[in-house]
Structures are given as C-alpha cells and as structure tokens.
C-alpha cells in the first residue's frame, strides 16, 4: 500500500529554518514525480515545490524561490524540502504529494490536481 508520511515540521522565528523529510513506502520514488504543497488557514492548498521522477527537473513557486530547495533520495524513498530565510506568510500545513510520472515538473503540473497521492502533512509555524 502506497504511504506517504511528513515529519520536520515545527515552529521557528521568521529568518530561522527547518527541513522537511517526506518518507515513501509501498512504491519506488524512481518512477514517481514529487511535490511539496501548502494550506494556510482560510486558503486554497497550494503547490510549492515539485521534482520529477528523475530528480532532473525542478519547479519551484515564485513565493519560495531562492529560499526552498527540494530533493529526494531514490535510495532512502524520501524527499525533502529545506525551507531557508523563513517569513511568516510561509505559515501552513506543508503536505508532501506523489504522482507516476516520468515527464518533467513545471507550474502546469506542481499543482493539487496532478497529484494522486497524499500524505498527512506536517505543521510549520513562523513566528514573527
């Protein structure tokens, strides 16, 4: 059965970092594009970041460019997303996505309805 788990989420003042891990079990991430996406309260969840299958291509959104960098380890089954210079408005639910996919990644599929699978999420505060 094909699980995604989140975990690294947490709460840091603005500036601070965290790093997000995002554990695949069930599936091989060699065949899969990947994606981080984010809800804050009252809004639509949102695609931050996403990788292809084979780690070659990288999307990441405007709002977080320069500042998240995501990868994954097709040898551990995990991705990740480090998440630097952290603002305020980056507080949300970060969810982390799968989708079998050998295509690369761009803004016109890191987005909530490309992606069929779903893990828990994990909660990232940024105090101000």
């Known amino acids: 059965q094909l699980q995604l788990v989140e975990s690294g989420g947490g709460l840091v003042q603005s500036g601070g970092s965290l790093r997000l891990s995002c554990a695949a079990s069930?599936?091989?991430?060699?065949?899969?594009?990947m994606g981080w996406f984010r809800q804050a309260p009252g809004k639509e969840r949102e695609g931050v970041s996403c990788?292809?299958?084979?780690?070659?291509?990288?999307f990441y959104a405007d709002s977080v460019k320069g500042r998240f960098t995501i990868s994954k380890d097709n040898a551990k089954n995990t991705m990740y997303l480090q998440m630097n210079s952290l603002k305020p408005e980056d507080t949300a639910i970060y969810y982390c996505?799968?989708?079998?996919?050998?295509?690369?990644?761009?803004?016109?599929?890191?987005?909530?309805?490309?992606?069929?699978?779903w893990g828990q999420g994990t909660q990232v505060t940024v105090s101000s």
């Open positions: 990788i292809s299958s084979s780690g070659g291509s990288r």
């Open positions: 069930g599936f091989t991430l060699d065949y899969y594009a």
């Open positions: 996505a799968a989708e079998i996919r050998s295509t690369g990644v761009s803004s016109k599929n890191c987005r909530v309805d490309e992606y069929a699978y």
